[in-house]
């Protein structure tokens, strides 16, 4: 079998399964990579987790320690000619219902994940073509998902704006031992002996569970590790997200964003980024950014804005035709 009938057979496995442990989930993925013969790299759990969170299929709290399946969601994407795209749980009777309107009425399109070396692949993402909007609603209903207009537009109105969360302890006894600063200089966290200063740190608590807390004004605050991490670029002014519109007639609203792989979305703000195109973000070669495709200025601003980050507009791509530069 594919390493895509891998990734389906997973999230096959998940919406029925409905909710579990996140570490399980974790253990889930590399055992059954091992046993599919796939060598991943460290972290590569990790790294499926949160883009199957991404794009809709999962919800993860790591705090917790729990997964679970999101329901099923037939949703518009932005800007696309009659494109719409079907996220969350693939359940057997989900699955049954895609292939009999695929043979029947609905033109599906179905586009297989290409992983890079060392990653777990992900499910394929299905997009319907559709004529007129108002036919999704009873396509969502006989598929068994929830019709939702666009999603990405959805979530742009509810993005959380980055700041410090409750007061919290600072590090102490035996966990001090554990403590580590962010040095925006070097993109990551580095080992220090003390924490007078304001900042990002994170060390061990006293069940070896890895706590993150930003400090200002000599108190701590609990804070997720990629909203710190915007927090500490926001105090130094450092901008680390781009957005480039593209070339296309009349697509001058849509484009490219771009935001360095240092600085890791949020959960919501990548979800919202990812269901604009349904496809996990694109990572060059020779950049070491992550680039989310079909974003429209005002969601890129609105995401930006979200992270106290200065979007930058890069200059639109020079159109070509006929193999000669307009």
């Given at each position: 079998?594919?390493?895509?009938?891998?990734?389906?057979?997973?999230?096959?496995?998940?919406?029925?399964?409905?909710?579990?442990?996140?570490?399980?989930?974790?253990?889930?993925?590399?055992?059954?990579?091992?046993?599919?013969?796939?060598?991943?790299?460290?972290?590569?759990?990790?790294?499926?987790?949160?883009?199957?969170?991404?794009?809709?299929?999962?919800?993860?709290?790591?705090?917790?320690?729990?997964?679970?399946?999101?329901?099923?969601?037939?949703?518009?994407?932005?800007?696309?000619?009659?494109?719409?795209?079907?996220?969350?749980?693939?359940?057997?009777?989900?699955?049954?219902?895609?292939?009999?309107?695929?043979?029947?009425?609905?033109?599906?399109?179905?586009?297989?994940?290409?992983?890079?070396?060392?990653?777990?692949?992900?499910?394929?993402?299905?997009?319907?073509?559709?004529?007129?909007?108002?036919?999704?609603?009873?396509?969502?209903?006989?598929?068994?998902?929830?019709?939702?207009?666009?999603?990405?537009?959805?979530?742009?109105?509810?993005?959380?704006?980055?700041?410090?969360?409750?007061?919290?302890?600072?590090?102490?006894?035996?966990?001090a031992d554990t403590l580590e600063k962010y040095e925006l200089r070097l993109q990551r966290f580095v080992p220090v002996a003390r924490d007078d200063e304001d900042g990002l740190y994170r060390w061990r608590g006293a069940d070896y569970a890895r706590l993150t807390r930003v400090r200002r004004n000599g108190v701590f605050h609990a804070v997720e590790r990629e909203t710190g991490v915007y927090l500490e670029l926001a105090r130094h002014r450092t901008g680390a997200m781009r957005w480039r519109p593209e070339s296309g007639k009349g697509r001058a609203g849509m484009g490219r964003l771009?935001?360095?792989?240092?600085?890791?979305?949020?959960?919501?703000?990548?979800?919202?980024?990812?269901?604009?195109?349904?496809?996990?973000?694109?990572?060059?070669?020779?950049?070491?950014?992550?680039?989310?495709?079909?974003?429209?200025?005002?969601?890129?601003?609105?995401?930006?804005?979200?992270?106290?980050?200065?979007?930058?507009?890069?200059?639109?791509?020079?159109?070509?035709?006929?193999?000669?530069?307009?």
């Open positions: 079998m594919s390493t895509n009938e891998f990734a389906g057979i997973l999230l096959r496995w998940l919406s029925e399964s409905r909710s579990g442990k996140a570490s399980a989930l974790r253990g889930g993925v590399c055992s059954q990579a091992q046993a599919w013969g796939m060598e991943l790299k460290e972290y590569a759990d990790w790294d499926w987790m949160r883009k199957a969170a991404a794009l809709g299929f999962i919800d993860v709290d790591l705090r917790a320690d729990r997964w679970s399946v999101a329901p099923p969601v037939l949703t518009r994407l932005p800007h696309t000619d009659g494109l719409a795209l079907l996220t969350g749980a693939r359940t057997a009777r989900i699955s049954m219902r895609v292939k009999e309107a695929a043979q029947e009425w609905m033109e599906l399109i179905t586009v297989p994940h290409r992983p890079e070396a060392g990653q777990a692949p992900l499910p394929d993402t299905l997009l319907f073509q559709y004529e007129d909007p108002r036919t999704l609603q009873e396509a969502a209903e006989f598929l068994g998902a929830r019709y939702a207009p666009c999603a990405a537009l959805q979530l742009m109105e509810l993005l959380p704006q980055a700041a410090p969360g409750p007061e919290s302890a600072p590090p102490g006894g035996s966990t771009l935001v360095d792989r240092y600085a890791p979305l949020p959960a919501l703000h990548e979800r919202a980024a990812v269901l604009c195109s349904g496809f996990p973000p694109s990572v060059g070669k020779q950049t070491q950014t992550r680039a989310y495709a079909n974003v429209s200025r005002a969601l890129a601003e609105a995401i930006a804005a979200s992270l106290q980050q200065n979007l930058e507009t890069m200059p639109r791509p020079v159109a070509v035709t006929g193999g000669r530069t307009k």
